[in-house]
């Protein structure tokens, strides 16, 4: 079945930097796209960037622009992310999840409804 497992997060301080890990199995990973999401305590969940089927496009939030960078290891089974520059703001349960649909283009946003599969979960702490 469609499994997708997130791994990398923890308590980093504020400036410092991040690489999240989401292995996926179950699926031919190249053939989907793959967002990460995240969830700050008593805040709605919010796309954090998301790279399309065989990793053809990426997007990011503006939160993350210019200090994010998300990738795809198809042969791995890997996607990753990258975050430099963290705040406490950057404080929160990080998902990655899998689009529904194989082949969709994602080059302008990374919409919750279109990502079906969801991991359980990475958290992540900036504090000094």
């Known amino acids: 079945q469609v499994q997708l497992v997130e791994s990398g997060g923890g308590l980093e301080q504020p400036g410092g930097s991040l690489r999240l890990s989401c292995a996926t199995s179950g699926f031919t990973l190249g053939d989907y796209g793959i967002g990460w999401f995240r969830q700050a305590p008593g805040k709605e969940p919010e796309e954090v960037s998301c790279?399309?089927?065989?990793?053809?496009?990426?997007v990011y939030a503006d939160s993350v622009q210019g200090r994010a960078s998300i990738s795809m290891d198809i042969d791995r089974n890997m996607v990753y992310l990258e975050m430099g520059g963290l705040t406490p703001e950057d404080t929160a349960v990080y998902y990655c999840?899998?689009?529904?649909?194989?082949?969709?283009?994602?080059?302008?946003?990374?919409?919750?409804?279109?990502?079906?599969?969801w991991g359980q979960g990475t958290q992540v702490t900036v504090s000094s």
């Open positions: 790279i399309s089927h065989r990793g053809a496009y990426t």
């Open positions: 999840a899998r689009a529904e649909v194989a082949s969709v283009w994602f080059n302008v946003d990374c919409p919750r409804r279109a990502f079906k599969y």
